[in-house]
């Protein structure tokens, strides 16, 4: 398994507060992203970062930032969690998109619940 | 915009019998083609990849599946289930334009039983 850990696994929060789940990996790969994932629409990209401090916008981005200071760091954060944003959230990294190499490898997820 | 499409949401089969599941992308240009497994309560993991050249792909634990660009078609298929094939499945299509983006589609639940 590629080396990418999520903190937390597991969190319960109140709506309005914020919340930052944290992608580690020790692959040295260069893109990062985020998803979410809920019943009935697979896998849905949050946001990505092609570089260090470089991110740009997913398909759902509303609501969600990002940041990424260090290569194997990559930081998702809800500014003012709300229930709509309860889902399954996987990181995942890779290190040659557009190439035969192009796989991106998963982490475990953390499953963040907004009541 | 891109999309790719599942159509079978949930699948039940009984061992030993055979497996297709349909992905169909709406893309015209070059793509990427992947299919991901995740296993109850784990994280996604490949399955098999079209990259290019030979439509056929063969993926781990005997899966398969088949480009078929006039079709925007890459079904997985497998002769023979087992029950620990029990499992969600993705398609997922990066555009070469896109970068590393993937598009998944919905997933489709396969329930072997034994």
């Known amino acids: 398994d590629a080396g990418i850990t999520q903190s937390p696994r597991h969190k319960v929060t109140e709506t309005g507060t914020p919340v930052t789940l944290r992608c580690h990996q020790t692959?040295?790969?260069?893109?990062m992203y985020w998803y979410r994932q809920d019943p009935g629409h697979g896998l849905r990209l949050i946001h990505y970062?092609?570089?260090?401090?470089?991110?740009d916008k997913g398909e759902v981005s509303d609501g969600y930032s990002v940041s990424r200071s260090k290569t194997e760091d990559f930081l998702l954060t809800l500014e003012s969690a709300t229930s709509s944003q309860t889902s399954v959230y996987f990181c995942?990294?890779?290190?040659?998109?557009?190439?035969?190499?192009?796989?991106?490898?998963f982490g475990p997820g953390t499953r963040l619940t907004v009541t | 915009a891109q999309s790719v499409s599942q159509h079978n949401h949930h699948v039940i089969l009984s061992e030993a019998a055979s497996l297709e599941l349909g992905c169909n992308y709406s893309?015209?240009?070059?793509?990427?083609l992947f299919w991901y497994v995740q296993y109850p309560g784990q994280h996604l993991q490949l399955l098999l990849k079209?990259?290019?050249?030979?439509?056929l792909v063969k993926g781990i634990k005997g899966f398969e599946a088949e480009f078929i660009k006039s079709k925007f078609s890459f079904n997985l298929r497998k002769p023979s289930v087992q029950w620990s094939d029990t499992a969600e499945y993705f398609c997922?299509?990066?555009?070469?334009?896109?970068?590393?983006?993937?598009?998944f589609g919905q997933g489709t639940e396969l329930s072997v039983k034994p």
């Open positions: 997922a299509v990066n555009a070469h334009n896109q970068g590393g983006k993937l598009i």
């Open positions: 970062s092609y570089g260090v401090k470089d991110t």
């Open positions: 893309y015209g240009g070059t793509v990427n």
């Open positions: 995942a990294i890779s290190e040659s998109p557009g190439t035969a190499a192009n796989e991106q490898y």
């Open positions: 079209y990259f290019s050249g030979d439509p």
């Open positions: 692959e040295n790969h260069r893109y």
